[in-house]
């Protein structure tokens, strides 16, 4: 997935996160604080200079705990997570969980003043799983990105657990990539490969 697509996600959630009520209607809780932390990012000379450390931080305490990474892995597994035994699914929520995050932090240092427009949602007291829609302006121009967030209500507040960036599914997108390294290596070779790609990741920031 380019960068692009974790850097729309990523100016979402900058907008739900960290707030005082947590059952606040998703798109309601979006627009309230949005202003406030990209303000906030904009400020912070640090992440704009590419302070990765500090990126990261932000990512793993505001972003990160409002993902549902056990469901997303589940999703992005299909009909290859029944197949797969209770160590071999938390090492791969585990490892997907570390790849979208190394992926947040390099997007996170792309800001460039994009702006969000929310659509309405129809929300009944009774929803648990909603469609929240979102258009992300370039602020040098060019064509807006729809943006929809599928986010289910927990007892700790709304989560996300699929993300559509101008209708391409990120969890469909990485179901392909996954099903295809099973069918050539197994369970266990796909766990290998992301852990790979993770380390690789890791080695990559510290040298910065």
Do not use: C
């Not at 998703?26 to 932390?37: G, H, M, Q």
């Not at 702006?115 to 929300?123: A, H």
Request: aromatic share 8%; glycine share 6%; no cysteine.
């Amino acid at each position: 997935m380019h960068k692009l697509l974790f850097l729309l996600i990523f100016l979402f959630f900058t907008g739900i996160v960290n707030a005082a009520q947590a059952m606040t209607a998703p798109d309601v809780l979006a627009r309230s604080v949005t202003d406030e932390v990209l303000a906030t990012i904009r400020a912070d000379k640090e992440i704009q200079t590419g302070n990765q450390k500090k990126a990261r931080e932000l990512i793993e305490s505001r972003i990160a705990p409002h993902f549902n990474f056990a469901g997303m892995t589940q999703l992005a597994l299909g009909k290859n997570w029944s197949a797969a035994n209770a160590e071999q699914r938390k090492a791969l929520t585990a490892e997907f969980r570390a790849l979208l995050v190394q992926t947040y932090t390099s997007s996170l240092l792309l800001y460039k003043d994009q702006k969000i427009e929310y659509r309405p949602l129809k929300l009944a007291a009774e929803d648990t799983d909603v469609l929240v829609r979102s258009v992300v302006r370039q602020s040098g121009g060019g064509e807006p990105v729809p943006v929809d967030y599928g986010m289910e209500k927990t007892e700790t507040g709304w989560k996300v657990y699929n993300v559509k960036i101008g209708g391409i599914s990120l969890v469909e997108s990485y179901r392909s990539t996954f099903n295809t390294e099973i069918q050539k290596n197994g369970m266990d070779g796909l766990i290998k490969t992301l852990r790979d790609k993770n380390r690789a990741l890791v080695a990559q920031y510290e040298k910065q």
